[in-house]
C-alpha cells in the first residue's frame, strides 16, 4: 500500500516543475460524494472547479502538502504565494488566501504534447482559504476543465490525475467531503492567442523586457516547460509560463470572489508550434470573470483587458 501511495504521488501534478490547432492573427478564443452546506458562498459560485470543506485547520493541510512534495523529488514546488499578506500592503482586507503550484513533468508534458496551449493552467494549482465567515475550502481545477478546454480527449492520464488528487487532499485536510462544479467550455474557450512576428526566443525576450519596464507589475514565476520536459527525457516544442501580476489590482477582485486566486496572478504563454510559429497567448479577463461569477468591477477588469492587450501586442508586433 506504501509503495502505491507513492507512485500515485509521483503522477499527481499536471506540468513541470519550474503549455494549437485554431490560431490565427488573434483569436479569442457533480460528481460529488456528499452534498454540501448550500449556504457556502466563497467557492460555489465558480465553476470547473473542485471545492473541499469540512477542514479543521488550514495551516496543518497546507504543511502536510508540501511535507509530501518535500519528501518526493520529482515533484517540484514552483511558488507559494500568500495573497492576504499581499493584499494587507495595499490595505485591502482579504481573508485568508493561499496558494501552491507544483508538478511532475513526467505528467504534464503529456498533455502538453496533445495541446501546447494546455501550459496556460499548468502548473497544477491548489488555493487554501478561509472566508469571511470563517469557512475553510481548499479547491482547484476540474480536471474535466482542462479536458474540454484543450480537447485532449479524455486523455488516459486524466482519470489517474483527478482520482489522485483527490486521494492527495482528503489525506493531507482530513476532509471527504467535496464537491465538482462543472463549467461548460468549448475547445480554447476564453484565451486570447496572438500571432507573433518573431521567433520564440525573441518574443519571450520581448515579453520580459516588457513586464520588467512596467510600474506596479512584478513578474512572480517563470516555467520552461520545454527545459523541464528535456529532464525528464521527453520532448516538447518551447512552451514557457511567465507568472506576473499587481495585488492593487487583483486584491480587490479577489475579496469579492477568492476562488479567482486560480486564474490570478495573470500568465502568459509563449510558445511555438511544429511549423516553427510562435505565439502569445492568456486568458481573456472577461472569461474570468464569467467563470468566477464576478459582479461589479468594470473598471478594473477593463484596466486589466486593456493592459494585457498592449503588454501582449507589444511583444509580438
Same mark, same amino acid.
Not at 519571450?204 to 514565476?221: P, Q
Not at 468566477?292 to 483587458?305: E, M, P, S, T, V
Given at each position: 500500500?506504501?509503495?502505491?501511495?507513492?507512485?500515485?504521488?509521483?503522477?499527481?501534478?499536471?506540468?513541470?516543475?519550474?503549455?494549437?490547432?485554431?490560431?490565427?492573427?488573434?483569436?479569442?478564443?457533480?460528481?460529488?460524494? $456528499?452534498?454540501?452546506?448550500?449556504?457556502?458562498?466563497? +467557492?460555489?459560485?465558480?465553476?470547473?472547479?473542485?471545492?473541499?470543506?469540512?477542514?479543521?485547520?488550514?495551516?496543518? #493541510?497546507?504543511?502536510?502538502? !508540501?511535507?509530501?512534495?518535500?519528501?518526493?523529488?520529482?515533484?517540484? =514546488? &514552483?511558488?507559494?504565494?500568500?495573497?492576504?499578506?499581499? +493584499?494587507?500592503?495595499?490595505?485591502?482586507?482579504?481573508?485568508?488566501?493561499?496558494? %501552491?503550484?507544483?508538478?511532475?513533468?513526467?505528467?504534464?508534458?503529456?498533455?502538453?504534447?496533445?495541446?501546447?496551449?494546455?501550459?496556460?493552467?499548468?502548473?497544477?494549482?491548489? %488555493?487554501?482559504? $478561509?472566508?469571511?465567515?470563517? !469557512?475553510?475550502?481548499?479547491?482547484?481545477?476540474?480536471?474535466?476543465?482542462?479536458?474540454?478546454?484543450?480537447?485532449?480527449?479524455?486523455?488516459? @492520464?486524466?482519470?489517474? %490525475?483527478?482520482?489522485?488528487? @483527490?486521494?492527495?487532499?482528503?489525506?493531507?485536510?482530513?476532509?471527504?467531503?467535496?464537491? *465538482?462544479?462543472?463549467?461548460?467550455?468549448?475547445?480554447? $474557450?476564453?484565451?486570447?492567442?496572438?500571432?507573433?512576428?518573431?521567433?520564440? +526566443?525573441?518574443?519571450?525576450?520581448?515579453?520580459?523586457?516588457?513586464?520588467?519596464?512596467? !510600474?506596479?507589475?512584478?513578474?512572480? +514565476?517563470?516555467?520552461?516547460?520545454? #527545459?523541464?520536459?528535456?529532464?525528464?527525457?521527453?520532448?516538447?516544442?518551447?512552451?514557457?509560463?511567465?507568472?506576473?501580476?499587481?495585488?492593487?489590482?487583483?486584491?480587490?477582485?479577489? /475579496?469579492?470572489?477568492?476562488?479567482? #486566486?486560480?486564474?490570478?496572478?495573470? @500568465?502568459?504563454? &509563449?510558445? /511555438?508550434? @511544429?511549423?516553427?510559429?510562435?505565439?502569445? *497567448?492568456?486568458?481573456? =479577463?472577461?472569461?474570468?470573470?464569467?467563470?468566477?461569477?464576478?459582479?461589479?468591477?468594470?473598471?478594473?477588469?477593463?484596466?486589466?483587458?486593456?493592459?494585457?492587450?498592449? %503588454?501582449? *501586442?507589444?511583444?509580438?508586433?
Amino acid at each position: 500500500m506504501k509503495s502505491l501511495y507513492i507512485l500515485l504521488l509521483l503522477i499527481v501534478c499536471l506540468s513541470c516543475k519550474n503549455n494549437p490547432s485554431e490560431t490565427s492573427k488573434e483569436t479569442q478564443s457533480s460528481n460529488s460524494e $456528499q452534498q454540501i452546506d448550500d449556504t457556502r458562498k466563497t +467557492a460555489t459560485q465558480s465553476q470547473g472547479i473542485v471545492v473541499y470543506d469540512s477542514i479543521d485547520d488550514l495551516d496543518i #493541510a497546507y504543511t502536510n502538502l !508540501k511535507a509530501i512534495f518535500d519528501k518526493n523529488p520529482s515533484i517540484g =514546488i &514552483v511558488a507559494e504565494i500568500n495573497h492576504s499578506l499581499n +493584499a494587507r500592503k495595499v490595505d485591502v482586507d482579504l481573508p485568508t488566501t493561499k496558494a %501552491i503550484f507544483f508538478g511532475n513533468p513526467n505528467l504534464g508534458t503529456s498533455l502538453m504534447q496533445v495541446n501546447p496551449l494546455t501550459g496556460l493552467d499548468l502548473p497544477q494549482k491548489v %488555493i487554501y482559504i $478561509q472566508d469571511k465567515n470563517g !469557512k475553510n475550502q481548499i479547491i482547484y481545477n476540474d480536471v474535466e476543465y482542462l479536458n474540454r478546454r484543450y480537447a485532449l480527449e479524455n486523455h488516459k @492520464k486524466l482519470p489517474v %490525475i483527478s482520482n489522485t488528487l @483527490k486521494a492527495l487532499i482528503e489525506r493531507t485536510s482530513g476532509s471527504q467531503n467535496y464537491q *465538482s462544479i462543472e463549467l461548460e467550455v468549448s475547445k480554447h $474557450q476564453g484565451i486570447v492567442t496572438k500571432e507573433s512576428n518573431y521567433n520564440f +526566443a525573441s518574443t519571450l525576450d520581448r515579453l520580459m523586457t516588457i513586464l520588467e519596464r512596467k !510600474k506596479g507589475l512584478k513578474v512572480i +514565476a517563470t516555467l520552461d516547460h520545454q #527545459a523541464n520536459a528535456k529532464k525528464a527525457g521527453l520532448e516538447l516544442t518551447p512552451t514557457y509560463l511567465v507568472v506576473f501580476g499587481n495585488p492593487k489590482i487583483g486584491s480587490p477582485l479577489m /475579496e469579492t470572489q477568492q476562488s479567482l #486566486a486560480l486564474d490570478l496572478p495573470q @500568465k502568459m504563454l &509563449v510558445w /511555438e508550434d @511544429k511549423t516553427g510559429q510562435s505565439f502569445v *497567448s492568456y486568458n481573456d =479577463i472577461y472569461f474570468l470573470k464569467e467563470r468566477h461569477q464576478i459582479d461589479g468591477h468594470d473598471r478594473a477588469f477593463k484596466k486589466i483587458n486593456t493592459v494585457l492587450d498592449k %503588454i501582449s *501586442s507589444e511583444a509580438v508586433e
